[in-house]
């Protein structure tokens, strides 16, 4: 089984850029999609982007389409989420799951312990 781990992060300004990794542990990181979801204060937990077991498909949420690119390294066992344009709604803790190739939470079984992403006005 994979656990997700993530690290990371960090604080930004309006429109800059990060590009937190998603590094797990485990023999079968190439079988499981990645995701990673995102949770602001006082609200709940929402899909961000995932992208599929090889790489070759991804899909994000509207919020952050042309905005965010999911990559992933299976020989490396991580992945990638870079975060251009940042905007100060974009500010949550972030979380890297690994799963199927969905956009629910429940299709993701593995999930780390989140990523603290700031973004100042």
């Known amino acids: 089984q994979v656990q997700s781990v993530e690290f990371g992060g960090g604080l930004v300004q309006a429109g800059g850029s990060l590009r937190p990794p998603c590094a797990a542990s485990?023999?079968?990181?190439?079988?499981?999609?990645l995701g990673w979801f995102r949770q602001a204060p006082g609200k709940e937990r929402e899909f961000v982007a995932c992208?599929?077991?090889?790489?070759?498909?991804?899909y994000y949420a509207d919020s952050v389409k042309g905005r965010f690119t999911a990559s992933r390294d299976n020989a490396k066992n991580t992945a990638h989420l870079q975060m251009d344009s940042l905007k100060p709604d974009d500010t949550a803790v972030y979380y890297c799951?690994?799963?199927?190739?969905?956009?629910?939470?429940?299709?993701?079984?593995?999930w780390g312990q989140g990523t603290q992403v700031t973004v100042s006005s």
């Open positions: 485990g023999r079968l990181f190439s079988s499981y999609a």
């Open positions: 799951a690994a799963g199927n190739f969905r956009t629910n939470a429940e299709s993701f079984g593995s």
């Open positions: 992208v599929s077991r090889t790489g070759g498909n991804t």
